[in-house]
């Protein structure tokens, strides 16, 4: 019998210390202020461009996980036209990646911005949305 009894706080002591290691880990998960990806600068060119043709856009990064991330892109205007969601691995640092963007020909003359939003899921019970936007841009037919 006294084997048991002293059995019962050792157990009860393990059960409340991984409770609290559990709850610690969950409070970091959510609450930490993660920074997965700062967006230094987004310059494009030509700032006018036809529809149907390409724009270019550079972006200046610093990443600071080696996390893949998820991206999508839309064109808006009072038109929102929203390009296919990709994942990509950017190299974790300080760099700057040159992207080409093909502009559909639907898409009517106007003023226009690039809206990306890039998705980092960091843990189990947090993702982290990073959006950024262009300098505006003119699209000619």
């Known amino acids: 019998m006294n084997m048991c009894k002293s059995r019962i706080p050792l157990v009860s002591q393990i059960t409340a210390g991984i409770a609290i290691g559990f709850t610690l880990l969950a ?30 856009f550079e972006v200046d990064y610093c990443k600071n996980t080696d996390r893949p991330e998820k991206a999508s892109m839309q064109l808006v205007n009072t038109l929102l ?53 262009t300098e505006k841009f003119q699209i000619i037919k």
């Open 27 to 56: 409070l970091w998960w959510g609450l930490w202020p993660h920074r997965p990806l700062v967006i230094n600068s987004v310059k494009i060119s030509p700032i006018e461009v036809v529809s149907g043709g390409t724009l270019h």
């Open 81 to 133: 036209y929203t390009y296919e969601t990709f994942t990509s691995n950017l190299p974790k640092g300080c760099h700057t990646v040159i992207n080409d963007l093909y502009i559909p020909y639907i898409i009517p003359e106007g003023e226009y911005i690039i809206r990306t939003t890039t998705e980092y899921e960091l843990n189990p019970i947090r993702t982290i949305k990073i959006i950024s936007e």
